[in-house]
């Protein structure tokens, strides 16, 4: 499983990098307002994420379950595809005819006529109706644990779409160019997953397997996939509705601001995201074999090195988010708007990442009661939340609100996954101990690492802040790991090996 969590680094680490270096080029050559348009596609696509119907999930879970046959497996995809099928086609056409409603209510003080507008939303539709079944496909290369694979292309394929981008916009300026570039590349990719999966299952099959639907397959999951449908309903509600209020309520360019303060604390998602990724499938494996022992060990292990590795990186951001703004966008107008989010979205940012593995815990478990539970939950705050914080106080008001809620539920979630899914005796003073006391340290340290004074050298600058994150991590390396257990981390995975 180290090799899947190295290649996960690596796919998740090129995506981190290029939002640095080309949202950048984005606003430079189409304009902050464009890059808000571009911002509210991103919302398009959290919120279509919901007709997934959970069927992405399903299917990485089935083929990583030890006992499918290839047999069934073929099935299962055939299964899972047909559905997915229409559901692409249902994507496609909400928002080819809520294309005029959305411009006209959601859209607002933009440079682009109304005609624009539709047009973009439209070719957008496409678009992600071909990145939902990328996704799909992903899942299943996920669920065989063929990360390498899988984020060999993901690479390929963002390289085509967020790189390569600069060409036709360099030259055309537009928005035209850029929506229809990577709409082509994306459709290339959902071709290529395909292809690539079907080969993984079997070298014998052919690309073009007949669509039915196995109404043993669907007997089988579809508890499953109607807890994940609720759950992405939900959570596609609760991502997203931050950014839909701010673009509702405040004009377009205050999302594009909101953004950038959001995708820089996504960096924490990022760097454990390759964990979050690899870890699901080698939990479903553990328990179809009941190995629980493996599953308890393997957990609470993960939490104290997320922990550590988050606080690590967060106490910087915490402090410091309007030098690196700067860094990152050179231009003073820009971190001026930006900056203030990132202080609260960071601490809510904190919060979720300490959630994944609970949340991993009951997928892999099969069980998506919990989690639907504190989803709805957080429903109630958000909707007024929201909606009132944001016209009194701008986007800072759904900053503070979404990292409320996310504050809030954690320690609720953390406590019943650890008392009744893994069983945990010592929940509390687990969550404590590798979760609230590293924190306080790594924020304590970075508290006193921010009141050294910056050169006026931007080389200086950003080896200062590498410098300050490293040795926070050091200190909390060895305030809450013993030597022994140093060692031990970085072979983590080893026991588990196949």
Avoid at 60 to 75: G, M, P
Avoid at 107 to 112: A, I, R, V
Avoid at 291 to 311: A, C, T
Avoid at 423 to 439: A, R
Wanted: aromatic residues 16%.
């Amino acid at each position: 499983m180290k090799k899947n969590i190295i290649a996960n680094i690596v796919g998740k680490g090129w995506s981190l990098i290029s939002n640095f270096v080309f949202i950048p080029l984005y606003i430079y050559f189409l304009g902050i307002q464009s890059y808000s348009i571009i911002s509210f596609t991103l919302i398009i696509v959290g919120l279509m994420a919901m007709l997934d119907a959970g069927m992405t999930a399903t299917l990485s879970r089935e083929f990583a379950i030890k006992t499918n046959s290839k047999k069934d497996l073929v099935k299962i995809l055939s299964t899972l595809e047909t559905c997915y099928f229409f559901i692409a086609i249902i994507i496609i056409g909400l928002i080819y005819s809520f294309a005029g409603v959305i411009a006209k209510n959601m859209l607002n003080d933009t440079k682009y006529s109304n005609i624009e507008l539709i047009f973009y939303l439209r070719i957008i539709g496409i678009g992600v109706a071909f990145q939902m079944l990328a996704q799909f496909y992903m899942g299943g290369l996920l669920g065989l644990e063929k990360q390498v694979k899988a984020n060999f292309y993901q690479i390929l394929w963002s390289i085509a779409r967020n790189a390569l981008v600069i060409i036709p916009i360099y030259y055309f300026r537009s928005l035209s160019a850029f929506f229809l570039w990577q709409i082509s590349c994306t459709i290339i990719y959902a071709v290529t997953l395909r292809m690539v999966l079907i080969r993984n299952i079997s070298r014998d099959l052919p690309f073009f397997i007949k669509p039915r639907i196995d109404n043993k397959v669907i007997k089988r999951v579809w508890k499953f996939a109607a807890g994940m449908l609720l759950i992405s309903l939900v959570a596609s509600v609760n991502t997203q509705l931050d950014k839909l209020t701010i673009s509702k309520v405040l004009p377009i360019d205050q999302l594009g601001y909101y953004t950038i303060a959001m995708t820089l604390t996504y960096i924490l998602m990022t760097l454990i995201n390759p964990v979050d990724i690899a870890i699901r499938p080698r939990f479903t494996a553990l328990f179809s074999e009941n190995k629980l022992q493996d599953v308890l060990l393997l957990y609470n292990k993960l939490i104290l090195f997320i922990s550590i590795v988050i606080f690590s990186i967060a106490a910087i951001l915490f402090f410091n988010s309007k030098e690196i703004i700067l860094i990152w966008m050179r231009k003073e107008s820009i971190v001026d708007k930006s900056y203030m989010y990132v202080p609260v979205l960071t601490l809510g940012m904190c919060a979720l990442t300490s959630n994944l593995l609970p949340f991993n815990i009951c997928l892999s478990l099969g069980k998506t009661k919990l989690n639907n539970i504190v989803g709805i939950f957080s429903l109630f705050l958000t909707i007024p939340g929201y909606w009132i914080f944001t016209r009194k106080y701008g986007a800072l008001g759904a900053a503070v609100t979404w990292t409320t809620v996310q504050i809030i539920i954690t320690p609720i979630y953390f406590y019943y996954v650890n008392k009744f899914y893994i069983k945990d005796k010592h929940g509390f003073k687990t969550f404590l101990q590798k979760i609230i006391y590293p924190g306080l340290v790594a924020f304590g340290l970075g508290f006193i690492f921010s009141r050294i004074p910056f050169s006026k050298s931007i080389v200086l600058v950003i080896f200062q802040l590498a410098f300050s994150a490293f040795i926070i991590l050091f200190i909390l390396l060895k305030c809450f790991l013993a030597k022994a257990d140093i060692s031990g981390y970085l072979g983590l995975f080893k026991f588990q090996k196949k």
